[in-house]
């Protein structure tokens, strides 16, 4: 995820523009912004595709939300690349690695993770991917939610 330019955490991406040919175009251009050199590792595809969301108030927003498994190489080379960013310092203040943890206090890692504060439904999205993505089994991320809300 990242830590935005408002003290919140989020997901890299943006809105898309009347030049952009698709979705994904437009998304791959606002990871290359964000991002940096290292974006490539993460192109998207229409096969990448997890959810859609519409939020209503201030403004009318329709979201499409992206996720895909990255090596630990890829990972790597994409944190090193993203200082190197057109956005980085101005929109984005830094990447930063969810922990897939619980600490034996039974908080620290993913629960204490969750509280922090998430744009939108970024906090959704992100137990959405790690289900989707095969990386925390369901009822690991349901333990973690429980844990985050005591
Ligand atoms: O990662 C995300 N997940 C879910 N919703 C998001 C995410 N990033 C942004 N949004 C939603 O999109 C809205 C506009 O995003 P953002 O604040 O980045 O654009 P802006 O700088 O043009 O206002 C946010 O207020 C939020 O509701």
């Not at 204490?112 to 439904?121: E, Y």
Request: charged share 25%.
């Amino acid at each position: 995820m990242q830590m935005r330019f408002d003290g919140c955490l989020g997901f890299p991406g943006g809105f898309i523009d009347a030049k952009d040919g698709s979705l994904e175009e437009g998304l791959n251009r606002e990871l290359a912004e964000e991002l940096g050199p290292g974006a490539s590792a993460c192109y998207v595809t229409e096969n990448d595709f997890i959810s859609s969301w519409v939020m209503e108030s201030p403004r009318k927003i329709v979201g499409h939300f992206y996720a895909k498994r990255l090596s630990l190489g890829d990972l790597e080379q994409l944190e090193g690349g993203a200082v190197h960013a057109k956005d980085h310092g101005l929109e984005v203040m830094g990447l930063v690695r969810v922990p897939l943890y619980t600490l034996r206090d039974g908080f620290g890692g993913l629960p204490a993770f969750l509280c922090n504060n998430f744009i939108g439904s970024a906090k959704e999205q992100l137990l959405e991917a790690l289900g989707c993505l095969g990386l925390m089994p369901q009822n690991k991320l349901e333990e973690a939610v429980r844990a985050s809300q005591k």
